[in-house]
């Protein structure tokens, strides 16, 4: 199951550059296109995103090893080795758990000049399905996720809509949502979206979305969670003012988060590229943050 376009893959044992294929990613991030994340997103780039869920369902179905003191519920080790290489000491791959990811995500421009995250910023990296490991975080592992995107296939499959349909697929996911909910007008699938998943979680989830990146016509989703009694949990308030207390006060700071996502000796990054970010990393970006 190899991805249009791709080259084929190199099986291996080690990959000291990083520079070839594996069967192991790719395949995975195949199956996650023709499993349950194919269908709804909240932009382009998120079709080459959801598909890492995949991998870090089936990591926490499986890995009853990765649970420990440091990550009780294995999910951030899951997220880890959901993107970007299957993890291991010889792969070029970040180190990425949920909490540095925030913190990445909370230096660039996008994040401090309040600008949804773009499609180049949510495909193919950890970044652009963090938050579906955040509201597993929140609701206690990823069943909820799971019984979420079974539901949207089968919803989808219902109403007999398909791939290549429309502009790019974005036909499938408004007409869709906002038949279910015809408040809101074809324009407003990401509200729609919004709302499902919140219904689901049982909380307002806008919150956290928007901290991912994920911008909203807020005036009318309120009134909605509001009329279906759905409000922001205290752990979703905690959950977000700790990323704020994360964020690095000074460039050796930022630099120290970099080097414990990008080890040097062991990924092979050129780190060349977040050292200038960090050295950039001031008072007036802080403030922000």
């Not at 003191?69 to 010889?90: E, H, R, W």
């Not at 697929?169 to 909910?181: A, I, K, L, P, Q």
């Amino acid at each position: 199951m190899i991805g249009w376009g791709s080259d084929s893959p190199v099986p291996h044992e080690h990959d000291p550059e990083g520079t070839e294929v594996t069967y192991d990613i790719v395949t995975w991030h195949e199956f996650g296109h023709q499993a349950m994340h194919r269908y709804g997103f909240y932009n382009g780039g998120e079709k080459e995103a959801l598909p890492h869920m995949s991998y870090f369902s089936a990591r926490l179905a499986l890995e009853e090893g990765d649970k420990s003191l440091v990550d009780p519920t294995g999910i951030d080790t899951a997220f880890m080795f959901s993107c970007c290489k299957i993890q291991n000491p010889y792969t070029y791959a970040p180190r990425y758990t949920i909490d540095r990811q925030a913190i990445e995500w909370m230096t660039r421009d996008n994040f401090r000049n309040g600008l949804p995250m773009s499609s180049e910023e949510t495909m193919y990296q950890h970044r652009g399905h963090a938050k579906y490991a955040d509201i597993a975080r929140l609701t206690g592992g990823i069943g909820y996720f799971d019984e979420f995107m079974i539901e949207e296939h089968e919803r989808w499959e219902a109403e007999g809509l398909g791939e290549g349909l429309g502009n790019g697929g974005d036909y499938w996911w408004r007409v869709s949502d906002t038949t279910w909910f015809p408040e809101f007008s074809d324009d407003r699938a990401a509200e729609v979206r919004t709302l499902r998943f919140s219904i689901k979680a049982g909380e307002d989830l806008t919150p956290l979305l928007t901290f991912w990146g994920v911008h909203h016509d807020y005036t009318l989703l309120k009134q909605m969670m509001t009329a279906r009694n759905l409000f922001p949990s205290q752990e979703q308030k905690d959950l977000l003012l700790k990323y704020k207390s994360l964020i690095p006060q000074d460039s050796s700071s930022l630099e120290a988060i970099f080097r414990e996502i990008w080890v040097p000796d062991i990924t092979r990054k050129n780190f060349a590229e977040w050292q200038v970010i960090a050295d950039a990393w001031d008072q007036t970006k802080v403030e922000q943050a």
